[in-house]
């Protein structure tokens, strides 16, 4: 029997598809310290940028957009309730928002 990493160790991420026509232009913000710890619950495939991330923190939800692989110019979305955020990382996720 082998022993390997975990099963996430190796999970990439989804890819990110071109914006659909009439995509949802969100607004991007610098990222402020605004709680001591973060957890990033899911992320995009990193082979292609921008990046993004799905965080939550201090009890609200966020996106996270990191444009080069740097984290110099990573942006965040507004923090929200989860209902809204997951609703907005699925519109990430399918084009229909960027």
């Not at 890819?15 to 710890?37: C, F, K, N, Q």
């Not at 923090?79 to 990430?92: F, K, N, S, T």
Request: charged content about 20%; hydrophobic content about 40%; proline content about 10%.
């Amino acid at each position: 029997m082998s022993v390997g990493p975990p099963p996430h160790f190796n999970y990439h991420g989804p890819h990110v598809p071109a914006a659909r026509t009439g995509a949802v232009r969100l607004e991007w913000s610098p990222i402020l310290p605004r709680a001591d710890r973060l957890r990033v619950r899911d992320h995009t495939c990193s082979c292609r940028y921008p990046m993004f991330e799905f965080c939550t923190a201090g009890g609200l939800w966020f996106v996270r957009r990191h444009p080069v692989k740097a984290l110099a110019g990573i942006l965040e979305s507004a923090w929200m309730p989860a209902r809204a955020a997951q609703d907005l990382w699925l519109q990430i996720l399918s084009g229909e928002a960027q």
